[in-house]
């Protein structure tokens, strides 16, 4: 006879839920709280006017606050959702609202200062975390609960910390369906500098290489863009990012840059720059972007897209229509004759008979492992 299971952990539901910045994370926590069922009202804090009436609009929030005050005493769940540069003057502001058994957390990208100010400040239970996600698409209008979704969901929490507000700071995440992962504020931030906000510097560095030069721009091709992508967002906020974690960053710079000397030598050895490519090749496709490499390993599937309209469309359909869930998608390449897609899908057998469906309707496919 079988011992019986374990429950199941209960959901960690609030009454009240403030989203301190109703922006694209902000947004996307809300909509992930509702749709989940784990408030009952959602309430929005920002100072943009114009960005409180398009959360209401949509359905994000369901009251709008211009400001902080008395009334931030009934929540029960604290977002601090806003740009890196703002967090600190917003938990200031902040603190003497607060109900002492309120969770409070953050989403910045940057976790020393912020864990620092809520400790000085007597935030008994803030969990400082970052949700390793995003887009180039700003705004409340971008947002979604999928957003959060198989991220990998940073917490940082200091020795100060209750243990009771880390455990439900775990629960939540988990519950929006991201990956919870613990570590020191410090530790966080010298791996965003060399994970996120070296690639952002170094986008803007190749970027400005192109501005210069007017026929660089005409061989910018598809491997140019995906290399640049980072530069196209919001320029004020990443600026704030990079440079609120300027120490780890100017440590991880000087890495980097020991690296593109060891690349430039091995220019004149052939051997050298080939260990160097393969390395980098089976650490690239080991660890894809979309597939966040502290979650489960999916089973990835090249397919070959004709330049036509619609395929992306057409290959999602037949997968869909034979209950072949996607995981993650990716745009391998963009080609004047047409491109790749990856297709992460999570079980061995889904491959095969995706694989086959595909190559059915015309598709060309391959494993990638």
């Known amino acids: 006879m079988s011992a019986p299971s374990a429950p199941p952990t209960p959901p960690e539901t609030f009454y009240t839920a403030v989203i301190a910045g109703v922006g694209l994370i902000g947004g996307s926590v809300a909509l992930g ?17 114009l960005a409180l009436q398009e959360a209401l609009a949509l359905g994000v929030i369901d009251e709008a606050r211009p400001s902080v005050g008395e009334w931030l005493r009934g929540a029960d769940l604290v977002v601090l959702a806003v740009p890196v540069k703002a967090l600190a003057p917003l938990a200031r502001a902040a603190a ?5 058994a309120a969770l409070v957390t953050d989403v910045g990208s940057v976790k020393s200062g912020i864990a620092a100010e809520c400790e000085a400040l007597g935030i008994r239970n803030f969990v400082a ?3 390793m996600t995003g887009s180039e698409r700003g705004g409340v209008a971008h947002a979604s609960a999928a957003l959060l979704e198989n991220a990998v969901w940073v917490l940082t929490p200091t020795e100060r910390t209750p243990l009771t507000a880390l455990a439900k700071m775990r629960r939540l995440v988990t519950q929006l369906g991201a990956a919870p992962v613990v570590m020191p504020p410090e530790a966080h931030d010298q791996l965003v500098a060399t994970i996120s906000h070296l ?12 501005a210069r030069d007017e026929r660089l721009s005409l061989l910018a091709a ?3 863009r995906d290399l640049t992508r980072v530069a196209s967002g919001d320029p004020r906020m990443s600026r704030d990012m990079v440079v609120e974690n300027k120490t780890a960053l100017r440590e991880a710079l000087q890495r980097f840059s020991r690296q593109l ?7 004149d050895d052939p051997e050298e720059l080939l260990l160097s490519a393969t390395e980098a090749k089976r650490t690239r496709d080991n660890l894809p972007v979309v597939k966040r490499s502290l979650l489960p390993p999916k089973h990835d599937l090249v397919v070959a897209l004709p330049d036509k309209p619609n395929q992306i469309a057409q290959i999602t359909r037949i997968l869909g229509e034979n209950n072949i869930n996607i995981k993650d998608i990716e745009v391998l390449a963009v080609r004047e004759h047409g491109g790749a897609l990856r297709l992460g899908l999570e079980e061995q057998n889904d491959l095969t008979r995706a694989a086959e469906l595909l190559k059915i309707e015309g ?4 494993f990638r492992g």
């Open 222 to 224: 598809g491997g140019f």
């Open 261 to 267: 000397a060891h690349l430039a030598d091995t220019l």
């Open 363 to 366: 598709y060309q496919t391959r």
């Open 129 to 131: 975390g970052h949700p």
């Open 96 to 100: 003497p609202y607060l109900s002492p």
């Open 33 to 49: 709280l509702r749709e989940r069922l784990l408030c009952q009202r959602v309430i929005g804090l920002d100072n943009d006017a």
């Open 199 to 210: 690639p952002y510097l170094a986008s803007l560095a190749l970027t400005h290489m192109v």
